[in-house]
């Protein structure tokens, strides 16, 4: 399970790396872009569509493995809302450009995974024993937040470095996450033996 989560978020920022290097003004302007942007140029198409794909898959495997299990709920959960909404997202790159409507879809989905992000690992860091690596991870992401207000609402360009900070500190957390749920030193959880007529 650690595996997939790690290989899940090594291919995403793998890739995203990939699409930053042959295209840099994409994100790194004045006029900062996002990742999205990639996905509607045949340059950068195959590496974005690798990045959102192959973590999305990665990471509903790990869930699936993680669902046979009482105790990360947390973790199954955000593994998967993470990896249905950068699928919807990746589907939604390829029309965007085509009318409106496809753009506003688009950016409210873009917008609904950020959100999953922030509650995915917010939950998470409630339901498990968390260290101060993990509250690091989530100040990166609340930095993100606090990056979307400005890029919405103050039209300030930052929506690349919005979508670095919230995925990476979600990135950080489920990684640590299905760290600690791998790890052999664990404790099991207690079992407890129904109560029977004679007890």
């Known amino acids: 399970m650690l595996s997939d989560v790690v290989r899940g978020q090594f291919a995403f920022w793998l890739f995203a790396m990939v699409c930053v290097t042959l295209h840099p003004g994409f994100v790194l302007g004045s006029n900062e872009g996002g990742l999205s942007d990639y996905g509607t140029h045949l340059k950068t198409f195959v590496p974005y569509t690798l990045a959102l794909a192959v973590a999305a898959l990665y990471s509903l495997r790990a869930a699936g493995h993680l669902g046979l299990r009482p105790e990360p709920r947390a973790l199954a959960w955000a ?24 753009r506003v879809l688009h950016f409210m989905l873009a917008i609904t995974l950020g959100l ?10 409630r339901t498990t024993d968390r260290d ?3 509250l690091a ?7 993100g937040v606090c990056l979307l207000v400005l890029t919405g609402f103050f039209g300030v360009h930052v929506l690349f470095l919005t979508q670095v900070a919230m995925a990476a500190g979600f990135g950080g957390v489920v990684v ?5 749920l791998n790890s052999p030193d664990r404790p099991s959880p207690a079992f ?3 109560p029977t007529p004679f007890s």
């Open 79 to 102: 593994l998967r809302s993470y990896a249905t909404l950068l699928l919807l997202v990746l589907v939604s790159t390829y029309a965007y450009s085509l009318d409106r409507d496809w």
């Open 116 to 125: 999953a992000e922030v509650i995915g690992a917010a939950w998470i860091l």
């Open 132 to 134: 101060s690596l993990d």
């Open 137 to 143: 991870f989530l100040a990166l992401q609340w930095i």
């Open 176 to 180: 640590h996450a299905a760290r600690r």
């Open 192 to 194: 407890v033996r129904p």
